[in-house]
């Protein structure tokens, strides 16, 4: 008996795998074009191996204008908006995982609501608002809005992170007349760094990749991010270099892949989504 | 004064998220349900109007506007119930029984997919999908008849575009869902000789019905809101045919200047995306 099941399971792996990778292949050919095009100055649109590997296109991206201030235009705004993001959330969460209180529900209720609330629906109304308090087309404008729209998801991964901290090793610190805050930057915060961690990648690779927002609260070709200069290949330029689309490409995505890699190492591929959505 | 020290570090540590939601995030909520009813206009304007609900008159009389919801349902229908449910529940159920190496390779190759950034993927799907591109390639070296994608079956594109950034998230959340499920309880159907997919009728979807539904939610709401993929292949054309309402309401807004109406529609945006997380709150509701 336990012979024709094991050869059962066999037949059944290996149809897994098989299916499996066939999916990969698909998933794996337009990600296959961009690597192999950034190495090739000939590159089209299909995938092709190159006739040898250059750098030229990395070569020809790699100046200020198309490729250096746009990253360093990225790393303030996202790095702006998470820094903000990642503080509101920490002081937010506590007293809601902390104490007790009739408020707790609802506003964790609110807050839950508007993690699933399209953003894109309100950038129409945030433009016009901006346009009338002055905060269109400015660097802090644009990561307010970055930070308030993150919060939400933000507050709720961060409680549930900090639930998971004993209250014990709290009161202690309390008896010895520590203040609230105090234990909360002492004590809970450090020993909850995985979550931290997860929150902050969290928060910008999302903003990292978001294109709608600047493209809407900023006007100054000199703020773009890199999420929206990229469309400058397609511009006035006239003929589309491909190779240098898809270096650029390989550039701005590098960092959103280390980010990713490195969190979901240490925390076993779940990523957010295992305290986030549990269904 | 215990209590009243716990109370103040309370309101002080709540301000500055507060604060910040209120100002940025209902904010423009509520400044959204104003102008969905004014004439607001981008340009040469001294006051805007209040004109009741002529804005929303004026969609439902619109053709742009009715070929606007109809591709927004055929998008989500496509891409987010058919497409990334289907394809990542079928891939976190193959995983399960795959060897590992093919798992790693599987997953890795996804999750990139979805890691990269909005506009980059549109780009890749873009060269993918062109008349030039490598769909076209495989399907020449096939003797299959090509077609240029972009132009033929536009809304399809980018739906696919869709499947192929946003399924790692649901093979993501059905990974643990089905994770969670006992052995026992498999192995037991296994003896009883209940074939692969009555077990995965009769058993394994029953269990992971609650993850099925807040997944649904939560896929139908990201792709309401997807507007840079859909805006860097096809820029919502030709003609309109993959104009999505996002696209539709930044057109009205801002390139033809009509500010109110556009908000109106973003309005109708916020309406139908508000009842579906009412919806999730309620499938979440013995969390909080």
């Given at each position: ?279 | ?212 539904g807040t997944n649904l939610m939560l896929i139908t709401l990201q792709t309401l809101s997807v507007f840079g993929l859909i805006w860097v292949m096809t820029r919502g054309g030709p003609g309109g045919r993959s104009q999505t309402l996002p696209l539709f309401m930044y057109e ?37």
């Amino acid at each position: 008996m336990p012979r024709p099941l094991s050869s059962h399971r066999t037949t059944h792996r290996l149809a897994a795998d098989a299916g499996l990778l066939a999916v990969a292949a698909a998933f794996a050919l337009p990600l296959a074009w961009v690597i192999l095009s950034s190495l090739d100055t000939d590159a089209d649109l299909r995938v092709k191996v190159p006739d040898g590997v250059t750098l030229d296109n990395f070569d020809a991206v790699l100046t200020p204008e198309i490729t250096f201030t746009p990253l360093l235009n990225s790393l303030l705004l996202c790095g702006g908006g998470t820094a903000l993001t990642v503080v509101c959330a920490a002081l937010a969460a506590y007293p809601l995982s902390r104490f007790r209180s009739r408020l707790n529900r609802p506003f964790l209720l609110t807050i839950l609501f508007a993690t699933s609330l399209p953003i894109t629906a309100i950038m129409v109304p945030v433009y016009a608002l901006f346009v009338q308090v002055n905060l269109i087309d400015t660097l802090q404008g644009t990561i307010f809005f970055f930070a308030a729209s993150q919060l939400p998801f933000a507050i709720w991964l961060m409680k549930n992170f900090m639930d998971g901290v004993p209250k014990e090793l709290e009161e202690a610190a309390w008896t010895d007349g520590a203040s609230s805050l105090q234990s909360l930057v002492r004590i809970v915060l450090p020993l909850m760094g995985p979550g931290m961690a997860v929150v902050t990648v969290f928060s910008f690779v999302m903003m990292w990749g978001n294109f709608f927002v600047p493209f809407m609260l900023l006007l100054t070709p000199d703020q773009m991010p890199a999420a929206v200069s990229i469309n400058e290949f397609f511009g006035n330029r006239g003929t589309v270099v491909y190779g240098q689309l898809a270096a650029f490409s390989v550039i701005y995505s590098t960092p959103v892949i280390l980010l990713y890699v490195l969190v979901a190492r240490r925390l076993g591929g779940g990523f957010a989504l295992g305290g986030a959505v549990k269904g | 004064m215990r209590n009243a020290a716990r109370s103040l570090t309370r309101a002080l540590t709540l301000t500055p998220a507060v604060v910040l939601l209120l100002l940025f995030l209902a904010g423009p909520i509520a400044y959204c349900a104003y102008i969905a009813f004014t004439d607001l206009q981008l340009t040469g304007q001294a006051q805007e109007s209040f004109v009741g609900f002529d804005n929303f008159r004026t969609a439902f009389d619109d053709e742009a506007f009715r070929n606007a919801v109809w591709l927004t349902l055929v998008f989500t229908v496509v891409s987010a119930l058919l497409g990334q449910n289907t394809l990542g529940l079928a891939l976190a159920a193959l995983m399960r029984r795959a060897s590992k190496p093919v798992r790693t390779l599987v997953g890795a190759v996804v999750i990139a997919a979805w890691v990269l950034p909005e506009v980059v993927a549109g780009f890749l799907l873009y060269a993918f999908f062109r008349r030039e591109g490598t769909l076209n390639a495989i399907l020449d070296w096939l003797h299959l008849p090509t077609q240029n994608w972009l132009f033929t079956l536009p809304i399809l594109a980018v739906s696919f575009a869709n499947v192929w950034r946003g399924t790692a998230f649901s093979m993501l959340v059905y990974s643990a869902a089905l994770g969670e499920i006992p052995k026992e309880i498999t192995e037991a159907a296994e003896v009883d000789g209940a074939g692969g997919w009555r077990r995965m009728w009769h058993i394994t979807l029953p269990m992971i019905r609650r993850s099925i539904g807040t997944n649904l939610m939560l896929i139908t709401l990201q792709t309401l809101s997807v507007f840079g993929l859909i805006w860097v292949m096809t820029r919502g054309g030709p003609g309109g045919r993959s104009q999505t309402l996002p696209l539709f309401m930044y057109e009205e807004a801002f390139q033809k200047s009509m500010i109110g109406y556009g908000t109106a529609v973003a309005l109708l945006l916020l309406v139908v995306g508000s009842l579906f997380s009412v919806v999730y709150l309620r499938l979440l509701r013995t969390e909080v």
